[in-house]
Nanobody
Framework: VQLVESGGGLVQAGGSLRLSCAVS????????IGWFRQAPGKEREGISC????????YYADSVKGRFSISSDNAENMVYLQMSNLKPEDTAVYFC?????????????????????WGQGIQVTVSS
């Protein structure tokens, strides 16, 4: 099981980036995939998730309306389209896989819910 992020980099405030998460070792539709980020000195923050069975998407308030998560099951890829980026979006971004998503409201902001993690990729937004 491996997750590899790509697409990070440096962008000016107001710009856009698309992060990719390449998933290998299992079919993508077996797992829910989340995106997290961690800024220096801060806790890891869950920002978005797409569930495995029904493709329901979740967003943290901090990114709602600016970020969009999607998946391509045939390619085993998950994407995070980030628009109208702000300096406070600067962080290392991680994708993660959840093997046993619980019923009900999905705890997408809880990193302990996720079992496998990518290595992370830096996103820097300049003002």
């Amino acid at each position: 099981v491996q997750l590899v992020e790509s697409g990070g980099g440096l962008v000016q405030a107001g710009g856009s980036l698309r992060l990719s998460c390449a998933v290998s070792g299992f079919p993508l539709n077996y797992y829910s995939i989340g995106w997290f980020r961690q800024a220096p000195g801060k806790e890891r923050e869950g920002i978005s998730c797409i569930t495995r069975n029904d493709g329901i998407t979740y967003y943290a308030d901090s990114v709602k309306g600016r970020f969009s998560i999607s998946s391509d099951n045939a390619e085993n890829m998950v994407y995070l389209q980030m628009s109208n980026l702000k300096p406070e979006d600067t962080a290392v971004y991680f994708c993660a896989a959840d093997t046993l998503p619980p019923p009900g409201v999905y705890p997408f902001t809880d990193p302990n819910q996720f079992d496998y993690w990518g290595q992370g990729i830096q996103v820097t937004v300049s003002s």
